[in-house]
């Protein structure tokens, strides 16, 4: 491998000003007594630096008392008007990441002294709230009062005022810190004289009130965009404006936009950014192959979803005396994409791709993500490469580093790979003679990766993902869960691999970095589980000694049972969330004591500041020197996080419009499916070929009278003696769906209402809830529209 250049060339940060040649500035002058340890980190970074956010916590902490702007620009010896314009900003930036609290006489004190919890507002429809801290933990509990203030998605400080009498912690608002995206979808509601908006998430509880002239014309029941202009306060709720009109009632047309709009997701570029992107070469220029690893030859390939049209990975396999030599081949955008930039910044607003069925809101323009980015077939690409050599074992035993320039040598999907691989296609492995040695390669090193995982204990859920195909319209032609094959698998142990150097890399040199990590799960949710658990003769072990390997355990145990899928999906559902952090404290579902985010850059924002961080590692850089310091990463880490779950939410929402739209389609039809709900109100069943749910309602179960037992999860009939309980098999016909309000019902089908063949046991015993007869055959061929990667 060539050597590297000692350093890169310098990168501009958002916060840097352009330089004022009149005043000549240098390090700035610190108070007396006190020094900021961070003082040549921001000399390197700014033409006129000013004290870093760790100097100014630890200045105001030391001074245990709130001062305001002035003053703390006086005690800090900022007397030049531009470094008071830069101590405004850093200190309204250190209020939005909830590291600051400013009182109504604009004093500043350090939210951590003061005992203040930052965090996510999550509301309920029925009017209180949650806040989720974002240092984890339990979430705290909002009462509708204290909710008036706030929207689902407000960013806010709370004080802890006492214990709810159910035991949680109650919180009231000290401070918003950051509002949630000011646009919504609704309906136009008119009320006394008064144009309402009546958000469509019911979690947005307070209705917008729209002043006269700001309703661009929309009529009564119309299904608007509205853009709030006023937030609301405990006096009042918010206000808005009407942005655009959508239509008189939801079509799977508009399904996208209204959630492009009812989520906040920015999806339309700066003119600077879209300028920028224009100016990059289409071609990797001849200069830019300069000091990198020649892999152009190496017959690297990507493998991804019919309808990919980015390509952030490919890879190589051959087996040597110690075991393999694996390349995995990372798209370099950090080349591309510098800190500081128009691009970068709009990158970091949105943090990650959102994927929807036929439509993508991508994080990086066309231009790149499609273009010069992507590791298209054919066309030499600049690449970051991990190089390792895998053990006989599955263990890594050394790994490296380096930019590289490649031609990717074949385009290729999982369907034709497995195809080739696993079910031996004479066809699909002609078609892919050339490159056929380097996948059964490959494939050889897949299965020893998994002896690997399996040893260590990885959590491996057998998820199907649900994929829709649409018509030019809109319309929902098909529908169907397309499950996993060993060709994913193949590149996700591959990927999981790469992103474990990635971590162990960066930690080990202490480059400020994002980590993924996944904790435990949450006491609460597990002493659920475990209740839950019980009513099928399983069991795991308490929540202080649970370990990933003792959930692959009752994973297998499970696989053949036909309640297999709804109970994998409560294991699933008692699991943490996965986020991103600044501490690396390792992901319990992958059994992994280190875990980074490394081969998606093109899609995740968290990967590309990974990048950056070995880019500048690579350079034996220090990292007190280095662009980002651990504050600047505690704040991307939050904001990152928070931007993944607003995007799985927006493409969740989706998900459940459209199954609503394709089940309009088959009112009167009949399905088999498996209890995975029971309340004192109904069944809820998830179909077993489609994974669409819905709900039996009481009033649709045979004429009886029925009791609810919440411990046991039964509802039994007083006189019939049905019994309902979860993982019963049952066979159900559509009555009707909604697709506004997201809600799918149906009727049990019974072919014979005597009371012995009643549903008395889980589908796996020997009881049966009813004939059962053929299923009339909906299509289910796979529909390739935008694949979705998982975000592990």
Same mark, same amino acid.
């Given at each position: ?714 509802? !039994?009939? /007083?006189? $019939?003696?049905?019994? @309902? #309980? *979860?993982?019963?098999?049952?066979? =159900?016909?559509? +009555?009707?769906? !909604?697709? /506004?309000? $997201?809600?799918?019902? @149906? #009727? *049990?089908?019974?072919?014979?209402? =005597?009371?012995? +063949? ?35």
């Amino acid at each position: 491998m060539p050597d590297l250049p000692a350093k890169l060339p310098p990168q501009p940060s958002r916060r840097a000003k352009p330089a004022a040649a009149s005043v000549p500035r240098g390090p700035h002058k610190p108070a007396s007594r006190w020094s900021d340890p961070n003082a040549e980190r921001e000399t390197q970074r700014y033409e006129h630096p000013i004290p870093s956010r760790e100097a100014i916590l630890q200045f105001l902490s030391e001074r245990a008392q709130l001062l305001n702007a002035e003053t703390l620009a006086r005690e800090l010896k900022l007397e030049h008007p531009r470094d008071f314009e830069a101590l405004t900003k850093r200190l309204a930036a250190m209020l939005r990441d909830g590291q600051l609290l400013q009182n109504r006489r604009g004093g500043y004190g350090v939210a951590q002294k003061l005992d203040l919890i930052p965090g996510t507002i999550i509301a309920n429809a029925e009017g209180f709230g949650f806040l989720r801290p974002d240092a984890g933990g339990d979430d705290v509990y909002i009462s509708p009062a204290e909710m008036r203030k706030v929207m689902h998605g407000d960013r806010a400080l709370l004080n802890i005022v006492g214990i709810d009498r159910r035991g949680r912690k109650q919180g009231a608002i000290a401070e918003v810190l950051e509002r949630r995206a000011s646009r919504l979808v609704g309906r136009i509601v008119e009320q006394n004289g008064l144009v309402l908006v009546a958000p469509d998430d019911r979690r947005l509880h307070q209705d917008i009130l729209i002043p006269p002239g700001k309703d661009r014309g929309a009529r009564s029941g119309q299904i608007v965009v509205a853009e709030i202009t006023q937030p609301p306060t405990a006096q009042r709720g918010p206000i808005g404006e009407v942005v655009s009109v959508l239509g008189e009632r939801l079509t799977p047309s508009l399904i996208v936009e209204m959630a492009i709009a009812s989520h906040g997701l920015p999806n339309e570029w700066p003119d600077k950014a879209l300028r920028e992107a224009a100016q990059v070469e289409p071609q990797v220029k001849h200069d830019e192959i300069a000091g990198r690893v020649d892999l152009r030859k190496l017959p690297l390939v990507t493998i991804d979803g019919e309808d990919a049209r980015d390509f952030d990975d490919a890879v190589f396999a051959e087996p040597v005396a110690s075991g393999f030599r694996l390349i995995v081949a990372i798209a370099d955008v950090s080349h591309y994409v510098r800190p500081g930039s128009a691009i970068d910044d709009e990158a970091q607003k949105r943090s990650t791709s959102v994927y929807f069925p036929g439509f993508v809101v991508p994080m990086l323009p066309e231009t790149l993500s499609n273009g010069i980015c992507s590791l298209n077939p054919k066309v030499e690409r600049l690449c970051m490469v991990c190089e390792m050599q895998v053990g006989h074992d599955g263990e890594v035993a050394h790994a490296k580093f380096y930019p590289a320039v490649m031609r990717s040598h074949a385009r290729l999907t999982y369907t034709r790979v497995w195809q080739a691989l696993g079910e031996k296609n004479a066809d699909a492995r002609a078609e892919l003679a050339d490159v056929l040695p380097q996948l059964e390669h490959l494939h050889q090193l897949y299965r020893i990766l998994a002896k690997a995982r399996q040893r260590r204990g990885a959590i491996d859920f057998d998820s199907r993902e649900v994929k829709f195909r649409l018509a030019p319209s809109g319309e929902i032609v098909q529908l169907g869960a397309e499950p996993r094959n060993d060709a994913h698998k193949l590149i996700e142990e591959c990927m999981i691999a790469a992103n474990v150097e990635a971590a162990k890399f960066l930690d080990t040199r202490k480059i400020p970095a994002l980590y993924r990590v996944h904790a435990p799960p949450p006491e609460s949710k597990y002493e659920d589980l475990l209740e839950f658990l019980k009513e099928f003769g399983l069991k795991l072990p308490p929540v202080g000694a649970v370990t990933p390997g003792d959930f692959s355990v009752l994973l297998k145990k499970i696989h053949d049972r036909a309640d297999a899928g709804l109970i994998q999906s409560v294991l699933l559902r008692s699991q943490s969330l996965a986020v991103y952090s600044p501490e690396n404290s390792g992901h319990f579902g992958l059994a992994l004591d280190a875990y980074a985010h490394f081969t998606s850059p093109i899609r995740r924002y968290p990967d590309l500041l990974v990048h950056r961080a070995i880019r500048y590692a690579l350079t034996k850089g220090k990292p007190s020197d280095y662009t980002y310091s651990a504050n600047d990463m505690a704040s991307l880490a939050t904001h990152c996080s928070q931007n993944e779950r607003r995007a799985d939410e927006a493409e969740r929402d989706v998900d459940e419009r459209y199954k609503c739209a394709w089940m309009e389609k088959h009112v009167g039809s009949e399905f088999d499916g498996i209890v995975s709900g029971v309340t004192s109100f109904g069944l809820f069943v998830e179909l077993t070929e489609s994974q669409v749910s819905g709900l039996v309602h009481i009033t649709q179960l045979p004429n009886d009278y029925y009791h609810f037992d919440p411990i046991r999860r039964l509802l !039994s009939g /007083e006189r $019939r003696g049905l019994k @309902f #309980r *979860l993982g019963d098999a049952v066979r =159900v016909q559509v +009555l009707r769906a !909604s697709l /506004e309000d $997201r809600k799918i019902d @149906f #009727r *049990l089908v019974q072919n014979d209402p =005597v009371p012995e +063949l009643a549903v008395t046991k889980p589908a796996l015993r020997k009881a049966a809830p009813m004939k059962v007869v053929p299923v009339k055959p909906v299509p289910m061929k796979p529909a390739p529209v935008n694949s979705r990667k998982k975000r592990r």
